[in-house]
């Protein structure tokens, strides 16, 4: 498995981002996979986990409500459409995929990261 994540950017408050986080070796569609972060200083954090299939999902509290995490299969393809965007979203993002199909937001589960990619909402 080799995921990249992707669609960082620079934002403002309110504004929206899609990442997308892809697997080049086409492996993980049988995975749960997730999206993390991580601030400047501050330890990484759950954001959302979907299962293979990609009919559940799991999501930090903090998004709940504006993020949206999906899956096409078909293009091995993971997306997190990120909405109302604040300046407490600013974090690198990662996608990892689990070693089981069913969504967590356990960290110990995910066996294969990708390089990350920054998100930055200015206020």
């Known amino acids: 498995v080799q995921l990249q994540a992707s669609g960082g950017g620079l934002v403002q408050t309110g504004n929206s981002l899609r990442l997308s986080c892809t697997d080049s070796?086409?492996?993980?569609?049988?995975?749960?996979v997730g999206w993390f972060r991580q601030a400047l200083g501050k330890e990484r954090e759950f954001v959302a986990s979907?299962?293979?299939?990609?009919?559940?999902?799991v999501y930090a509290d903090s998004v709940k409500g504006r993020f949206t995490i999906s899956r096409d299969n078909t293009k091995n393809t993971v997306y997190l459409e990120m909405n109302s965007l604040k300046p407490e979203d600013t974090a690198i993002y990662y996608c990892?995929?689990?070693?089981?199909?069913?969504?967590?937001?356990?960290?110990?589960?995910?066996?294969?990261w990708g390089q990350g990619t920054l998100v930055t909402v200015s206020s």
């Open positions: 979907i299962n293979w299939r990609g009919g559940s999902t």
């Open positions: 070796r086409r492996t993980f569609s049988n995975n749960a």
């Open positions: 990892a995929s689990a070693l089981r199909s069913s969504a967590t937001s356990d960290v110990r589960e995910y066996r294969y």
